[in-house]
C-alpha cells in the first residue's frame, strides 16, 4: 500500500460537516414556525441543519477541559517574576438565559510562581468557558479559578467586558452598553500596590 503526499487541497479541506439529528431539525423547525415563518420555504429549508451546526460550534467547549491548556508549563523563566498579561482578547459566548450571543473582550493577568505557560494557552482557557451557555460571572470566575488552580501563581486577575444580545437587541434595548465583571485572586487581591499595577497595565 502507498502512501498519498498530501496536497494543499486535503491540508485546507474543512472538517466533514457533522450529522445533525431530524429532532434537533425539527426542534429548529418548530421554533421557526413558532415565530410565525414557514420552515418549508426555500431560504429556510436547510436553515435548521445550518443553526444546529451553528451550535455544535458556540458550545464546542463542552467537549474540552480547559484545564488541558496549562498542563504544558515552563520552568525556566530566566528570573522573570513580574506580571505576565494578555489583553484584548475577543470572545463569544452565549447567555444562558436567552442563549443570545455575549460579545466581549477579556484581560487575563498572573503573577507567575514556578512556571508560566505559553501566552496563547490563557485565550484558550477563555474559549474553553466561552464556547458553552455561560453568564458573565461565572466565565470571569471559571477563566481565574483554573489558572489559580492549575499553574499555582502568586496572582490571578481577569477582566472581562461584554455586551450582551438579551439586553441590546431585546428587552430594555440598550445598544452599546457594557457589562464587566473582574475576578482578583492572591496578592493581586492582598497587596494594594499589586492589584493598581496589574489594572493599570489592563487600562483600567
Ligand atoms: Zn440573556
Same mark, same amino acid.
Not at 89 to 97: A, M, R
Not at 175 to 197: H, L, N
Given at each position: 500500500?502507498?502512501?498519498?503526499? +498530501?496536497?494543499?487541497?486535503?491540508?485546507?479541506?474543512?472538517?466533514?460537516?457533522? &450529522?445533525?439529528?431530524?429532532?434537533?431539525?425539527?426542534?429548529?423547525?418548530?421554533?421557526?414556525?413558532?415565530? @410565525?415563518?414557514? +420552515?418549508? /420555504?426555500?431560504?429556510?429549508?436547510?436553515?435548521?441543519?445550518?443553526?444546529?451546526?451553528?451550535? $455544535?460550534?458556540?458550545?464546542?467547549?463542552?467537549? &474540552?477541559? +480547559? #484545564? %488541558?491548556?496549562?498542563?504544558?508549563?515552563?520552568?525556566?523563566?530566566? @528570573?522573570?517574576?513580574?506580571?505576565?498579561?494578555?489583553?484584548?482578547?475577543?470572545?463569544? #459566548?452565549?447567555? &444562558?438565559? *436567552?442563549? $443570545? +450571543?455575549?460579545?466581549?473582550?477579556?484581560?487575563?493577568?498572573?503573577?507567575?510562581?514556578?512556571?508560566?505557560?505559553?501566552?496563547?494557552?490563557?485565550?484558550?482557557?477563555? *474559549?474553553?468557558?466561552? /464556547?458553552?451557555?455561560?453568564?458573565?460571572?461565572? =466565565?470571569?470566575?471559571?477563566?481565574?479559578?483554573?489558572?489559580?488552580?492549575? =499553574?499555582?501563581?502568586? @496572582?490571578?486577575?481577569?477582566?472581562?467586558? $461584554? #455586551?450582551? $444580545?438579551?439586553?441590546?437587541?431585546?428587552?430594555?434595548?440598550?445598544?452599546?452598553?457594557?457589562?464587566?465583571?473582574?475576578?482578583?485572586?492572591?496578592?493581586?487581591?492582598?497587596?494594594?500596590?499589586?492589584?493598581?499595577?496589574? %489594572?493599570?497595565?489592563?487600562?483600567?
Amino acid at each position: 500500500m502507498t502512501e498519498k503526499t +498530501p496536497t494543499v487541497g486535503d491540508l485546507v479541506r474543512p472538517t466533514p460537516k457533522i &450529522e445533525v439529528p431530524e429532532e434537533v431539525q425539527d426542534a429548529v423547525r418548530t421554533l421557526i414556525r413558532w415565530t @410565525g415563518d414557514d +420552515p418549508e /420555504r426555500e431560504g429556510l429549508i436547510d436553515t435548521p441543519r445550518r443553526v444546529a451546526r451553528a451550535w $455544535a460550534e458556540y458550545a464546542k467547549g463542552y467537549n &474540552e477541559d +480547559p #484545564s %488541558l491548556h496549562l498542563s504544558r508549563t515552563f520552568e525556566e523563566v530566566g @528570573g522573570y517574576d513580574e506580571i505576565v498579561l494578555l489583553k484584548d482578547i475577543p470572545f463569544q #459566548s452565549h447567555c &444562558e438565559h *436567552h442563549m $443570545a +450571543p455575549i460579545i466581549g473582550k477579556a484581560a487575563i493577568a498572573y503573577l507567575p510562581g514556578d512556571r508560566v505557560v505559553g501566552i496563547s494557552k490563557l485565550a484558550r482557557v477563555l *474559549h474553553g468557558f466561552a /464556547r458553552r451557555l455561560q453568564v458573565q460571572e461565572r =466565565l470571569t470566575r471559571q477563566v481565574a479559578d483554573t489558572i489559580w488552580e492549575h =499553574l499555582e501563581p502568586r @496572582g490571578v486577575a481577569v477582566v472581562i467586558e $461584554a #455586551s450582551h $444580545a438579551c439586553m441590546t437587541a431585546r428587552g430594555v434595548n440598550t445598544p452599546g452598553v457594557m457589562m464587566t465583571t473582574s475576578r482578583i485572586i492572591g496578592t493581586f487581591r492582598e497587596d494594594e500596590r499589586s492589584r493598581k499595577e496589574v %489594572l493599570a497595565l489592563m487600562g483600567y
